[in-house]
């Protein structure tokens, strides 16, 4: 059986309070991967992206932390061991059928793929039809030291259950392209991320006290951040400063900025989808990830 070291502590995220307690009965996420969110309803169906589960170990485990169990999509081929390891970190929205088809699409590329449902103690964000409700009454109360322990734990079943420590790469959407490069930045274990549209800064809160841009200096873990010039959230100075701030520590990390680009342009199922930047995306994510041993 593999395990992985316990990453550095952070101050920053240990200062926190810790996650409250939860039980099995109170898991409210179930059925992860089964449908979309309500929130993104209707859902762009003439473009869904479909990855079936043939040759794959394909559907929901538990992932045991230290206040209870969360549960994770896995994607895996099928009998294989030692294989390389990604965590897939969702949108505000969970893990819904489109994060799931994503650890299938990286399964067939030879991964096994885990995508945790982080946030589960606090609700299920699929269940809810406002962007705006799931943000105050979910999204808000999720901190970062949650998030990262959680993460932690995923990575260490991946390790037990045919993950190969030597090879662990994670990438992330919207929300969890920023706690992509919170992971790469706490974990030095992790060889590389791909961070999709994930914000850069934002207020220091109780749950958010640091910022990719306030450790852009620091980055040892190499990631590569794929960002829309038309992003509305994400103002084009956030991003050029960052791209500058990791130009100047001298590392591998760069931001890749597609100019026409909205906010989630991955996102098959939603009318922001553009298929011929989230197709290079893929590319370059798939080719970041071989490039940094993975």
Known sequence: ????????????????????????????????????????????????IKTDSEGLTAGEVKIATKDGEIAAYRAMPAGARKLPVVLVISEIFGVHEHIADVTRRLAKRGYLALAPELFARQGDPRKLDNIQQIISEIVSKVGDAQVQADLDATLAWALANGGDAARVAVTGFCWGGRQTWLYCARN?????????YGRIRDAVTANQPRHPLDFAAQLKVPVLGLYGGQDQGIPPADVDAMNKALAAAGGKSQIHVYPDAPHAFHADYRPSYRKAEAEDGWQRMLAWFKANGV
């Open 188 to 196: 030095p274990k992790v060889a590389a991320g791909v961070a999709w």
């Open 1 to 48: 059986m593999q395990h992985i070291d316990t990453p550095p502590r952070d101050p920053h995220f240990d200062s926190l309070a810790p996650a409250v307690a939860f039980t099995r009965r109170g898991f409210v996420a179930t059925l992860l991967g089964s449908g979309f969110a309500l929130a993104v309803q209707p859902v762009m169906a003439q473009q869904v």
